[in-house]
């Protein structure tokens, strides 16, 4: 205490200490990169997975068709229309006055493969890795993009949904009385609310795309961290550094964000992770029921549903469930890293 | 006294893991013994192991968190404890050996009602249920002093009972099947100082009639005189002194004990300027709390936790409140900085603040400041010391980035820390170390009024003597107005110039402390003194049991 206090560090010993734990739980550490690794790959779905060349050197210049659209008179052809780079025609032009450099898949999630040997499903093969689903478009591809929504949408869903019941449920657990009586209630009645069939009668009305689902889905799962925010809520605003706030003159929302949020948002975390599990499967779901995403759009609860369909074609099935399943798996890793993380009883040894 | 002794503890040593190669020792080579119908009491500040000893005994530890050291050794009638099976400690456990703990609130199953507490103990260990069972248990609990309504006690509930109650039916279940030695951890720590003096006859006129050994574990030197034949003095693990009480304590050889015995709260007020300015008037202040009830929630009568008191708090003088708990002197307290709606009139330097609204009193709680008696539970414990502190400056808009930082160094200088220690986070700190910092998050604001709720009573006695010491000096510095709330009669007779003694929520008696402390008029105050400063209690009914 005389003079030799630590310098201010950016994070205090207390978050030092949940650092030290996540990363004592190897299994959760090594699924966090992995899982990080996955995602951060996916967002770059372009650059791996296209029918488009990354960049095309073609008579002295540079072209980038990932990027810009040119028209197949740019590269020595006929028409005025975009050129086609799985032509081989156009291809050979290319090839007599430069180069192409590709992604390493060829395909992007609606490439239809017309070269295909045998009938749609193809096997796996050395053009199509993990082969092509029965309209002939290639299964690798169409994961990775389908990875990449699945995991974009779950965020999103976790992120939106966890703000919106962390607010509902501060509100409730603070002020209580009437507010938590009434807005109970409410919940109640709502999270009574069938949510497919909202899906379904909406899907009548509207072509449900991305935000569509987004929005439906985040009306009925923004419920699930209510019950524990309020509850952490109802428990602090009793505490004496809370009344020791409002005795300094300190104002409702002052006190509810710095004092009683962050003891609340040890639960919350801890939970989030297990949230985030199950919002990625929620697009999969509704995918694999057709209430989901668009036809035509990337995505792995249609490739299950091609799989069960298809069930002499096992690797749309193995693919689709591999992807699912590893999804899951690391996710959950990764709370149980958290949990350990946050636990202040947890000891190693 | 006996022959034999009962338990031996030869070279105890606990050591629990922290972290993964460390290890942290809480008892450090303790040997003492038990002899039949003795009380040994077990004496040191929190953290000195004295708890872990106790717990050792019944094996109770965390395993195999906490380890013994390989020579410990525990033999209670020729049989070795230390390492002994599950089924040979189940049959010594609540059997031959019982245990009282601190908080009666938490060892009693809130679920379960009297009988079934007390029953379950005679079930495993005796066998006994049904009839025979229950008219062991009206006899257990005649036996602890709930004589009268004993029969309608057995299907309470935890929650319908007093503190004191709560306590004398744990000793009831530690009683049921006649143990040769009870272990009390602090069992009067958590309860008023009137039901203190009523548990310490109790349990020494049981033990003059069962002839079971106790093993009494406090922080409390005036008890262990009270209750205790011999006494061991633990600190950091370690027993540093022991024996007779009568030669301890006046004869005390090692350093610690003489500064044990030396740390209570001594010393009385300065003496006051009589015509100060007032800074604080309440008339007839009332907070009830309504009772709702039927169909339609109508008020149906009042729970009334302070029912009009008046006073006058003048510039630098301290007004001591004391009462039981449930007196409504924590109420009184809240109501008069209006965290609790209260009715009267509250007139603060001047102005009448009772019906001011929330805006317009912000300015004003500047000057009116809290100290709560928990400090572990009054300071947030994600933010740093510098924060907290820092906090209510923020609110108030005062000064800039550079002032502000140098009003915290000010204010922990105030209260005797180092200024450095505003990066570090309250966990880090002792009982009394916190304590200081909820002393200084109040004085940064230079307030002129001080609400100090039991401001000492979570600390051991040694930190409570030195808080009293600078709040003392604080308030001579600063001509701070302290209402200064407290239980514990031996530190409002160090600081109070008035004493207020509340009952109910009504005023029993109320004058110069002085003349309180000297020739009390009413018969509960005077009750009140006895079972502070003699540990006696009073029959005459005044309070409660």
Redesign the interface.
């Known amino acids: 205490m005389h003079g030799d206090a630590p310098k201010p560090s950016r994070l205090s010993p207390l978050n030092r200490r949940r650092l030290e734990n996540f990363k004592r739980n190897k299994r959760g550490f090594w699924s966090l990169w992995i899982f990080l690794a996955m995602f951060g790959l996916s967002l770059f779905a372009e650059l791996i997975a296209n029918d488009r060349p990354i960049l095309v050197y073609y008579d002295g210049a540079f072209y980038m068709p990932i990027f810009r659209t040119y028209p197949e008179t740019a590269f020595g052809g006929e028409f005025e229309t975009e050129a086609d780079y799985r032509d081989p025609f156009v291809i050979e032009k290319i090839a007599d006055k430069g180069w192409i450099i590709w992604p390493p898949i060829r395909f992007s999630y609606a490439t239809v493969n017309l070269n295909l040997q045998v009938p749609a499903p193809a096997p796996p093969s050395h053009e199509n890795w993990l082969g092509t689903d029965d309209q002939g478009r290639d299964v690798a591809a169409r994961l990775i993009y389908g990875l990449r929504i699945s995991v974009l949408f779950g965020l999103i869903l976790t992120i939106l949904s966890s703000v919106i019941g962390v607010i509902a449920g501060a509100v409730q657990g603070y002020f209580g009385g009437w507010t938590d009586l009434i807005f109970q209630r409410v919940i109640e009645i709502w999270d009574g609310l069938p949510q497919l069939y909202m899906l379904i009668i909406l899907a009548a009305f509207v072509q449900p795309n991305f935000w569509w689902l987004l929005g439906i889905m985040l009306l009925f799962s923004w419920m699930s961290l209510v019950g524990l925010v309020r509850a952490e809520f109802l428990r602090a605003r009793n505490f004496d550094y809370v009344r020791a706030a409002r005795a300094l003159g300190a104002g409702n929302i002052s006190i509810m964000f710095r004092h009683v949020l962050p003891n609340a948002m040890v639960a919350t975390l801890t939970f989030l992770p297990f949230i985030f599990a199950g919002s990625t499967q929620t697009l999969v779901s509704l995918d694999f029921l057709g209430f989901g995403l668009p036809p035509g759009s990337p995505s792995l609860g249609e490739l299950l549903n091609q799989g069960k369909s298809n069930l002499q074609a096992p690797w749309l099935g193995f693919t689709a469930f591999a992807a699912t399943a590893s999804i899951l798996i690391l996710v959950v890793f990764i709370g149980e890293a958290v949990r350990d993380a946050f636990d202040p009883r947890k000891i190693f040894r | 006294m006996a022959d034999e002794p009962l338990l031996t503890i030869s070279d105890l040593s606990v050591t629990f ?4 190669d460390r290890h942290v020792t809480a008892v450090d080579r303790v040997s003492f013994d038990v002899r039949r119908g003795e009380t040994l009491a077990l004496v040191g500040e929190s953290g000195s192991g004295k708890s872990v000893t106790a717990l050792s005994v019944l094996q109770l530890l965390p395993y195999p ?1 906490a380890a013994h050291t390989p020579g410990s050794s525990i033999r209670f009638q020729g049989q070795e404890l230390v390492g002994a099976g599950e089924p040979q400690l189940r049959q010594i456990r609540g059997n031959r050996i019982a245990m009282v703990f601190q908080e009666p609130m938490t060892s009693l199953n809130p679920l379960h009602t009297i009988e079934r507490q007390v029953g379950e103990v005679l079930t495993i260990h005796k066998g006994l249920a049904g009839p025979a069972a229950r008219a062991r248990i009206i006899e257990l609990l005649r036996l602890v002093g709930l004589g009268a309504q004993a029969e309608k006690r057995l299907d309470a509930y935890p929650h319908q009972l007093s503190g004191g109650q709560r306590q004398r039916v744990m000793i009831a279940m530690a009683l049921a099947n006649n143990p040769d030695i009870l272990i009390a951890d602090e069992p009067t720590t958590a309860v008023d100082v009137t039901i203190q003096a009523q548990l310490l006859k109790l349990l020494a006129e049981l033990q003059a009639k069962l002839g079971m050994a106790v093993l009494f574990i406090t922080h409390d030197l005036n008890i262990v005189r009270k209750v205790a034949h011999r006494v061991c003095v633990m600190q950091q693990g370690k027993i540093v002194e022991s024996g007779p009480v009568a030669d301890i304590f006046t004869r005390p050889r090692h350093d610690y004990t003489k500064h044990l015995l030396a740390a209570e709260p001594k010393g009385k007020p300065a003496p006051r300027v009589a015509d100060a300015p007032p800074i604080v008037e309440a008339k007839d202040v009332k907070v009830w709390f309504p009772i709702k009830g039927g169909v339609l929630r109508r008020t149906q009568g009042y729970v009334k936790a302070v029912d009009g008191v008046d006073f006058t708090l003048r510039e630098g003088h301290t007004l001591g409140v004391v009462g039981e708990s449930g007196s409504g002197k924590t109420t009184l307290g ?1 109501a008069l ?1 209006r ?1 609790e709606s209260a009715q009267g009139r509250i007139v603060f330097s001047g102005r009448d603040i009772r019906a001011l609204r929330a805006r317009d ?2 300015p004003l ?2 000057e ?3 100290v ?3 400090p572990y ?8 010391v510098g924060q907290i502190i820092e ?2 400056l923020k ?2 808009g005062l000064g800039g980035e550079a002032e502000r930082t140098a009003a915290i160094a000010d204010a922990l200088r105030e209260v005797r ?2 200024p ?2 505003r ?3 309250p ?2 700190f002792s009982g009394g170390q916190r304590q200081r910092i ?1 002393i200084a ?1 109040a004085l940064v ?1 230079k307030p002129r009024f001080l609400v100090l709720d039991e401001p000492t009573s979570a600390l051991d006695m040694s930190v409570q003597a030195q808080i009293v010491d600078l709040l003392r000096d604080l308030q001579e510095r600063h001509r701070l107005a302290y209402l200064f709330i407290s239980h514990d009669l031996r530190v409002v007779k160090a600081l109070a110039d008035e004493v207020m003694v509340l009952k109910d929520g009504r005023v029993v008696e109320q004058g110069a402390a002085a003349r309180i402390f000297a020739a009390p008029t009413q018969a509960y105050t005077k009750a009140l003194l006895t079972a502070a400063f003699n540990l006696e209690a009073t029959e005459t009914g005044v309070v409660r049991t």
């Open positions: 893991a922290s972290g993964r968190l809240l900085l965290l009193l912000r709680r500047r009116m400041q809290i709560f008696q928990d539970g009054s300071l947030s414990p994600r933010l740093s906090e209510g609110i108030h820390l180092e450095d220690i990066h570090r986070y966990h880090e909820a998050r604001l």
